[in-house]
């Protein structure tokens, strides 16, 4: 290997972009990042720096913002219409009399409040989720909420049949996912504080998410 290849002491094999070259992970030079000097953001998703010469095809696209959009939207509405079964009683739900037996039936106290800021935090953050408003806190919201569903029915075995934590683990898992991926360009977060930091805001609201849980299962039950 002559000294000048500038493929020296690259493991991926991949010369280093040259000046001006549209090379490597496109997250922090798209417009929507744009406006936040220079290095400021290096430090919430390290990848940047710590892999400087990935080869073009991992930057970030609009398939992933479209991709991302279908997610929030179907889990978005999905939860709107389950907090609306235990809010309103719609679609056949048990309304907040019916949701505070079935609390009261799993050994919790003061249910008719539990029953109603379950059906509220599951109605708003789908809200929120289809339009990628607020998004770290309303992921954080349904994590919190499924998490405790998980906990609760991890007794009954796994499978959606057998009363056990298939649905709600699935949800968990998708919510978060978002925290971490924040919601895409097509989103009203988009440019927002959390928008640009989402390893940041991710953590935040992962750690909101283990306090509710904590508080709810310790202090409710």
């Known amino acids: 290997m002559s000294p000048n290849d500038s493929s020296r002491g690259d493991p991926l094999g991949v010369a280093p972009p040259r000046t001006g070259a549209a090379t490597g992970l496109d997250y922090y030079d798209d417009e929507a990042y744009g406006d936040t000097g220079a290095g400021a953001l290096r430090g919430d998703l390290e990848f940047h720096d710590e892999f400087p010469t990935v080869p073009e095809g991992t930057a970030w696209h609009r398939g992933l913002d479209l991709g991302l959009l279908l997610v929030r939207s179907v889990l978005g509405v999905v939860l709107v ?24 039936a799993a050994g919790f106290r003061r249910t008719e409040v539990l029953a109603a800021v379950t059906g509220v935090t599951e ?10 408003l607020f998004t770290p806190l309303a992921a954080a919201g349904v994590l919190g909420v499924t998490t405790g569903a998980v906990l609760l029915r991890a007794g009954d075995g ?10 709600p683990l699935l949800v968990a898992a998708v919510a978060l996912g978002l925290l971490f991926t924040g919601p895409g360009r097509a989103s009203v977060d988009n440019g927002s504080v959390w928008f640009r930091r989402p390893v940041l805001s991710g953590t935040v609201g992962l750690l909101l998410a283990a306090a509710v849980v904590t508080g709810v299962l310790v202090g409710l039950r």
């Not at 719609?90 to 609390?103: K, N, R, S, Y």
């Open 123 to 132: 109605f708003g953050a789908g809200i929120l989720l289809v339009l990628g």
């Open 158 to 167: 796994f499978f959606l049949e057998q009363g056990g934590a298939e649905y």
């Open 81 to 104: 219409a389950h907090g609306a079964r235990k809010l309103f009683g719609a679609f056949g739900g048990a309304g907040l009399d019916g949701t505070a037996e079935v609390l009261a």
